[in-house]
C-alpha cells in the first residue's frame, strides 16, 4: 500500500527565475539556480533534486522553467524525463506556473500527490527535510488540505514573508501540522522582532505540498479564469500541440503569486513548522552565513584560497586560480570566467547595476 501511494508521489521544481544576485557566477543568461553556488560540484537545482531521490522517482519529476533554460535543465537533470521540462514563453509568477503543473500533472495521474518547491534555495538537514516532506504527503493524500512548510526563524529577518500559525492544538492526523491563521508580507525590521518574539511566525519557504484534485478544485473556486486557460488544454497535454497551445495561453495569464491567488484565499490551508537549515541564498551574505567559516568569520568556496590578516569575508573561486587575500574585512572576493569582484558586503546591493552590463 505504501509503495502503492508513493507511486503517486510527484515533484515540481520552479525554475525559471532569472536572478543575478550572485554575479559574476550568476548571469541573466545562468540564473542562480544553475550554479554551483556552495563549490561542492553541484548546481542548485541539482542540490534541489537530489534531495527527493529517495522520496519521489525521477520519472515522477517536473521543471518549470523559461524556454531559454531548457537546454540547460536537461544538461544539468538528465533522469528527468525531456517532456517534464515545462517551458514559460514568458515570466507570469509563480501562480500560472503551477497551474500549468498541476493540470499537466492531473492528466496523468489523477492521484497524484505533488510537492511544488523552489530551485535555488539549500537545505542543511536532509533527513530531516526527507521526513517532514514524507509526512506532508501522507497528510495531504489522506485529506483536502494544502500544506506550506513554516521555518522557525533564527533572527529578525526582512527578506522573507511570514506564516502565522495556530498553535492551539494541531491536526487530529498529524501533531506536527497546524493550521495558518494568516500570510504576512516581509516586514520592516521592528515588525520582525515582534514576530521572532512569539512562537507562532514562520519564515514563509514558498515550499507546498497538496493532491491534485485539491489544488485544481481551488484553483476552480479561487481562480476560475487562470484555472480554465489551463484546463482547457487537457486534449492536448502530452501531444506534439502542448508547447504551441501554452505559447499561445501563457501571456494571457494574470501576472500572480500563489500566495495571493490561493492561499491566503482558502480556508484548508496548514503549515508544518520545522527547521533543517533552510536558506533561499538571496545574497552573498547569507551564502557566507550559511557555509563553513573559519575562527575569523571568513567562508572559503574552493580548493585554492589563502587569506591573512582577513576576517568577516566570503570569497568563492572555484575555477583552479590560486586567489590570495591580504587585509580585508567585510569584503566579497568571487571570481568566474575572465570577471573578478572585490565589493563590500554591506555594499552588495550595489551588485545589480554591475551585472546589468551584462546584458
Not at 532569472?18 to 557566477?25: A, I, K, L, N, Q
Not at 504527503?137 to 511570514?162: H, I, Q, W
Not at 482547457?232 to 500572480?256: R, S
Request: glycine residues 6%; proline residues 4%.
Amino acid at each position: 500500500m505504501r509503495q502503492k501511494m508513493e507511486a503517486h508521489n510527484h515533484l515540481v521544481i520552479m525554475a525559471g527565475g532569472v536572478g543575478s544576485r550572485f554575479w559574476p557566477m550568476s548571469t541573466p543568461q545562468r540564473p542562480k539556480q544553475f550554479v554551483d553556488v556552495m563549490g561542492c560540484g553541484r548546481t542548485l537545482i541539482q542540490l534541489t533534486f537530489d534531495r527527493f531521490k529517495k522520496i519521489i522517482p525521477a520519472e515522477n519529476t517536473w521543471v518549470v522553467t523559461s524556454a531559454a533554460y531548457v537546454g540547460i535543465v536537461r544538461e544539468q537533470l538528465p533522469e528527468v524525463p525531456w517532456n517534464h521540462v515545462l517551458l514559460e514563453p514568458c515570466r507570469r509568477n509563480t501562480a500560472p506556473c503551477i497551474a500549468y503543473a498541476s493540470w499537466r500533472i492531473k492528466s496523468q495521474d489523477a492521484k497524484a500527490n505533488i510537492v511544488v518547491t523552489p530551485s535555488d534555495a539549500i537545505v542543511m538537514d536532509t533527513a530531516e527535510y526527507q521526513r517532514v516532506i514524507k509526512s506532508s504527503l501522507k497528510f495531504v493524500s489522506e485529506s483536502d488540505a494544502m500544506v506550506t512548510l513554516g521555518m522557525k526563524p533564527n533572527r529578525p529577518e526582512t527578506g522573507y514573508g511570514y506564516i502565522q500559525a495556530d498553535l492551539s492544538f494541531s491536526t487530529a492526523r498529524n501533531k506536527e501540522i497546524f493550521r495558518v491563521d494568516s500570510f504576512k508580507e516581509k516586514p520592516d525590521i521592528d515588525t520582525a522582532k515582534r514576530y521572532i518574539q512569539k512562537n507562532n511566525f514562520f519564515w514563509n519557504a514558498g515550499i507546498f505540498i497538496w493532491n491534485v484534485g485539491t489544488i485544481a478544485n481551488a484553483l476552480r473556486v479561487y481562480q476560475p479564469t487562470l484555472s480554465k486557460i489551463f484546463e482547457d488544454l487537457l486534449p492536448v497535454y502530452g501531444t506534439a500541440k502542448e508547447q504551441d497551445a501554452i505559447n499561445e495561453v501563457f501571456p494571457q495569464c494574470e501576472n500572480i503569486s500563489i500566495d495571493y491567488a490561493i492561499m491566503e484565499k482558502a480556508e484548508e490551508i496548514y503549515v508544518f513548522p520545522t527547521s533543517f537549515g533552510w536558506s533561499d541564498l538571496g545574497t552573498w551574505g547569507s551564502l557566507r552565513e550559511n557555509s563553513e567559516r573559519d575562527i575569523y568569520g571568513n567562508a572559503l568556496i574552493g580548493d585554492n584560497i589563502d587569506v591573512y590578516e582577513t576576517t568577516n569575508c566570503i570569497v568563492h573561486a572555484t575555477q583552479e586560480k590560486r586567489v590570495v587575500v591580504q587585509g580585508l574585512d567585510g569584503y566579497i572576493v568571487a571570481e568566474c570566467d575572465d570577471t573578478l569582484l572585490i565589493c563590500r558586503l554591506s555594499d552588495e546591493q550595489r551588485i545589480k547595476q554591475f551585472s546589468e552590463q551584462d546584458k
